[in-house]
């Protein structure tokens, strides 16, 4: 049987990227973002290409109310679903110091990089323990938090606490269904040029080719998906509950 996976936040950047990688490798895939507009019409038409199956989910993934129905409607069209992979995320509204940090700012992070990721996994946890699961396919939730999960970056502070949020939230998932035969990962990204960073790419390349990372340059997107792809085909057996630093090596301790 085929693998089915949502993708939160794919109609661009590193969620576009892993729908494709997971196109190419057989998944059927829902593609989500917040409307249903020419960006998520756009990346559906691209994931297309790949000759799958592939379906837009356009809701918005702090709305908790919708996530049955929409749950429903991905697995009416394209199967049960084996794969979650909660790619969502937002960055700060703006850049500065901690104490000037506003609420609004705060609740934004939060809601989208902890909550949604919380409570979609809730949702597709239950869907999935609802039901006999007697075949051979892999399941899985797969995070994608961020390196600031772990490492300060003191002018997007209320981005860093949501991101630690998200990876205890990766762990406590999996402890919860390793039992149930469901693994949970979370990936946490460095250096990655997409078009939340297209604003500091250039310093980021600039610190990248000054030591920063153990590799001299900015990831890409579809390095991200490749990594999450992975996971998600069970290629890392007997691993659950771990957090993959895809950073080039940026966190490793040195003197």
């Known amino acids: 049987m085929r693998q089915v996976a949502l ?11 892993t729908a494709e990688v997971l196109a190419k490798a057989g998944f059927a895939v829902a593609l989500n973002g917040p409307a249903d507009n020419e960006e998520l019409k756009s990346a559906v038409a691209k994931v297309s290409e790949y000759g799958g199956p592939v ?4 809701f918005d993934v702090t709305n908790c109310t919708e996530y049955a129905a929409k749950l429903s409607c991905i697995e009416d069209t394209l199967g049960p679903l084996t794969t979650l992979v909660n790619n969502a995320g937002v960055g700060v509204l703006q850049r500065g110091d901690l104490l000037d940090v506003t609420e609004a700012s705060w609740e934004r992070c939060v809601n989208v990089n902890a909550k949604a990721i919380f409570f979609l996994s809730q949702a597709f946890a239950r869907r999935l323990l609802s039901r006999k699961r007697d075949d051979e396919r892999f399941y899985s939730i797969v995070n994608v938090t961020s390196s600031n999960a772990v490492a300060v970056a003191v002018q997007r502070s209320e981005y860093c606490a949501s991101k630690a949020a998200a990876a205890m939230i990766s762990r406590t998932l999996a402890v919860r269904l390793g039992a149930e035969n469901i693994a949970v990962y979370d990936v946490q990204p460095g250096l990655i040029a997409t078009e939340m960073t297209a604003p500091v790419i250039e310093s980021y390349q600039k610190r990248a080719e000054d030591g920063l990372t153990l590799f ?14 992975s996971l998600a085909t069970g290629k890392l057996p007997y691993v659950t ?3 993959i630093s895809a950073d080039a090596g940026m966190l490793v301790p040195r003197f």
């Open 241 to 243: 509950g771990q957090a």
């Open 55 to 58: 379906v837009a989910a356009p």
């Open 7 to 17: 993708v939160t936040g794919s109609s661009r950047g590193i969620g576009l990227a």
């Open 216 to 229: 001299p340059r900015v990831g890409t997107p579809a390095e991200i998906g490749a990594i999450i792809t």
